[in-house]
């Protein structure tokens, strides 16, 4: 199955998500969940077209993969992970993650697979609960 990377990112407006490789596929909204909404709305709408305007990528089984910026993901999950809990997970100071969230700072590569790597934890670790 075939990856479709999904980039979304903040902006002044809202949030903007486009595919990494297929420059028809965009969307944006006020909200992630907009954006990613109507990134799903375009992939649908290209799919009726006919078959000579169809993107040859639709044809194939495809998983959409989000790629985030850290302010957009930081601001998505705002509601769900304060910064003391991103502290707790990560090991980065509550100060400098404010920072990246504000965008005064980014992370360097370093911590920003240190983000990643915790957030991937966390989700493997909720997995295997079972209520």
């Given at each position: 199955?075939?990856?479709?990377?999904?980039?979304?990112?903040?902006?002044?407006?809202?949030?903007w998500g486009?595919?990494?490789?297929?420059?028809?596929?965009?969307?944006?909204?006020?909200?992630?969940?907009?954006?990613?909404?109507?990134?799903?709305d375009c992939i649908?709408?290209?799919?009726?077209?006919?078959?000579?305007?169809?993107?040859?990528?639709?044809?194939?089984?495809?998983?959409?993969?989000?790629?985030?910026?850290?302010?957009?993901?930081?601001?998505?999950?705002?509601?769900?992970?304060?910064?003391?809990?991103?502290?707790?997970?990560?090991?980065?100071?509550?100060?400098?993650?404010?920072?990246?969230?504000?965008?005064?700072?980014?992370?360097?590569?370093?911590?920003?697979?240190?983000?990643?790597?915790?957030?991937?934890?966390?989700?493997?670790?909720?997995?295997?609960?079972?209520?």
């Open positions: 199955m075939d990856e479709m990377k999904i980039i979304i990112e903040r902006n002044e407006d809202g949030f486009y595919a990494e490789n297929e420059k028809a596929i965009v969307g944006g909204g006020d909200t992630v969940h907009e954006c990613k909404q109507d990134v799903l649908e709408t290209l799919k009726e077209l006919n078959a000579d305007n169809k993107l040859e990528f639709l044809e194939k089984e495809y998983e959409l993969v989000y790629e985030f910026d850290i302010v957009s993901l930081l601001s998505y999950y705002k509601g769900i992970f304060t910064n003391s809990a991103l502290e707790r997970i990560t090991g980065i100071n509550q100060k400098q993650i404010q920072h990246y969230a504000s965008g005064h700072r980014n992370p360097r590569e370093e911590q920003r697979l240190k983000i990643e790597n915790a957030l991937h934890t966390l989700g493997k670790e909720l997995l295997s609960v079972e209520l």
